[in-house]
C-alpha cells in the first residue's frame, strides 16, 4: 500500500511502513536477563504501563506486560538473525527470551491534523496530548482489532496489527478518513463548511517478498470502492459493505458467537522430545510464556499439573474485561507426554471462584515425529460455550489465528532455551 489521503484543514494520510524490524523481548525488569537485554538495546528496557524508550526514529522499546517487550527498529529492515544479538546476549542460564516477531505486526502510520479524529473513532482511549503523549504506547482494540497504538509525533500515530488483519484494519482506516469529507451533496449537510474530501491513491503490488524470504500477505488496494452518486453522477467513497453504518456504530456491537465455526486448530513441529514439551505445558507458572493472546500475566498456582479435575488460577489482563483480572483454570485433558487441555472460567467481580468451566478450551496434542521432534496441535474451541453471559462481553473466537502461531512459536522458543 503507497498510501490514502484526506486534504484540507482536516487533513490525514495512511501509510505502511514496510518491513520494520519487531523483536519480542522477555525478561524480568532488574534481574539479569533484562540486564543482558539492555546491553544490546542501548536503552533499559520501559518499567512503567504506556512508557516507551529509545529513539521512535529508530529503535524504540514497548511495554506489553511487567516482563514482555517489544524492541521496533524503524530505520531498519528485517533481514534474518536479526534476533541473534539479543539471544547471544542471553547466555545460558540467563533467563529471558528473544524473538524475531518482525512479519507477525504490520506497521500502518496513520498521520495529519485529523489523524487523531479518525481513531478517536473506534478506540476507548482518551487520545488527548494531555493524557496520550508524543512517546506513549498502548495495547488496545481499535475497532474489534488488537492493535499496539503509538504516539509518534503530535500529528503522527502508529499502529501495529497482525499481519493478517492489516487489509481489515486499512479498509476501517480509511472508512473513517471518508467521514472527513464526502463528494455526494446529500452527505454535504453532515460535513462541516470545508472539510476534505476523501481522495484514492495508489494501490499495492498484488504479491509481495519480505526481506526474510517469507511471504508476506499484501496489504489490498486502498478500499475507496466508489458508487454513484444519486444526485448528480459523481462518486462518493465508501469502503463496500459499509452503507449506512459508521464505524462507530460497529464498534458499539456486543458479543456473540460465529455459528459456522466452533474451533480453530494451528500445527508446528518443534525439534525437541515429546515429553520436553510436555513439561513446559503442564506447568502453569510458565504459561505466560508462550502466550500469543498477551493476555496471560501470571500464575497464581506453582503446581504441576498431573490429573484432569485439577484446577490453577492465572492473572489476566484485557480491555474486553475491563483491565485486570483472573481465571480459573479447570483441567479437561491430561495423557503424559501427548495430551494436556483445560477450560477458562473467569472469577466474579466479588472474587469469587467459578464454579465451572464457562465452555472455552485449549488442547494441547503432541505426536513424535521421530526421537528429538515433536508435532504440537493447538486446538482452541468454544463448541460448548451455552452460558449468555460470556456472550454478552466476547465474541467467539476472541483468539485469532495468527495468536495460536504465535503461542506455537514462542512455545517451540521456551522449549528449546532450557
Known amino acids: 500500500m503507497e498510501g490514502a489521503a484526506v486534504t484540507g484543514a482536516r487533513a490525514v494520510t495512511l501509510r505502511e511502513h514496510e518491513f520494520a524490524v519487531q523483536i519480542g523481548l522477555r525478561a524480568a525488569p532488574g534481574e539479569q536477563g533484562a540486564t543482558a537485554l539492555e546491553s544490546v538495546l542501548g536503552v533499559p528496557p520501559p518499567t512503567a504501563h504506556g512508557q516507551v524508550t529509545g529513539d521512535l526514529d529508530s529503535l524504540h522499546v514497548l511495554r506489553l506486560s511487567p516482563d514482555e517487550f517489544l524492541a521496533v527498529d524503524v530505520s531498519r529492515r528485517q533481514e534474518p538473525g536479526v534476533e541473534a544479538p539479543y539471544r547471544e546476549a542471553l547466555e545460558e542460564g540467563v533467563p529471558g527470551q528473544a524473538v524475531d516477531l518482525s512479519a507477525n505486526r504490520t506497521v500502518l502510520v496513520l498521520e495529519g491534523p485529523g489523524a487523531r479524529e479518525v481513531l478517536e473513532k473506534s478506540v476507548a482511549l482518551d487520545l488527548h496530548p494531555r493524557v496520550f503523549g508524543v512517546g506513549r504506547a498502548e495495547a488496545t482494540p481499535l475497532s474489534t482489532i488488537p492493535v499496539i497504538l503509538v504516539r509518534a509525533g503530535e500529528q ?4 501495529l496489527p497482525r499481519a493478517s488483519f492489516a487489509d481489515h484494519m486499512v479498509r476501517w482506516l480509511v472508512d473513517g478518513m471518508t467521514e472527513l469529507g464526502s463528494a455526494c451533496p446529500e452527505e454535504e449537510s453532515a460535513r462541516p463548511l470545508g472539510a476534505p474530501r476523501a481522495r484514492r491513491l495508489s494501490s499495492p503490488p498484488a504479491r509481495r517478498e519480505g526481506p ?31 452503507r449506512g453504518v459508521t464505524s462507530r456504530a460497529l464498534t458499539r456491537q456486543g458479543g456473540g458467537m460465529n455459528t459456522e465455526q466452533t474451533h480453530l486448530t494451528v500445527t508446528r513441529t518443534i525439534d525437541v522430545p515429546a515429553k520436553d514439551v510436555f513439561a513446559v505445558l503442564t506447568l502453569p507458572a510458565r504459561h505466560h510464556e508462550f502466550d500469543g493472546s498477551g493476555f496471560v500475566r501470571a500464575a497464581d498456582d506453582t503446581e504441576r499439573i498431573t490429573a484432569v479435575g485439577e484446577k490453577f488460577v492465572m492473572n489476566m489482563h484485557g480491555d474486553h474485561m475491563g483491565g485486570d483480572y483472573r481465571t480459573h483454570n479447570f483441567v479437561t485433558a491430561y495423557d503424559e507426554n501427548k495430551m494436556v487441555g483445560w477450560k477458562p472460567a473467569p472469577e466474579g467481580e466479588d472474587g469469587g471462584a467459578p464454579e465451572g468451566p464457562k465452555g472455552w478450551e485449549w488442547l494441547y496434542e503432541l505426536t513424535p515425529q521421530g526421537s528429538d521432534a515433536t508435532e504440537v496441535s493447538l486446538t482452541y474451541s468454544w463448541s460448548d460455550v451455552t452460558d449468555p453471559e460470556p456472550l454478552k462481553q466476547i465474541r467467539f473466537p476472541m483468539i485469532p489465528e495468527e495468536d495460536l502461531e504465535q503461542s506455537l512459536n514462542l512455545l517451540a522458543a521456551a522449549v528449546t532455551k532450557d
Do not use: D
Not at 503522527?156 to 499502529?159: H, K, L, P, V, Y
Not at 508476506?216 to 462518493?236: D, I, T
Open 156 to 159: 503522527t500515530w502508529r499502529i
Open 212 to 242: 526474510t524470504g517469507s511471504v508476506r500477505r499484501p496489504l489490498a488496494p486502498c478500499p475507496v470502492a466508489p458508487r454513484e452518486c444519486p444526485r448528480r453522477g459523481e462518486q462518493a467513497v465508501r469502503p463496500p459493505g459499509r
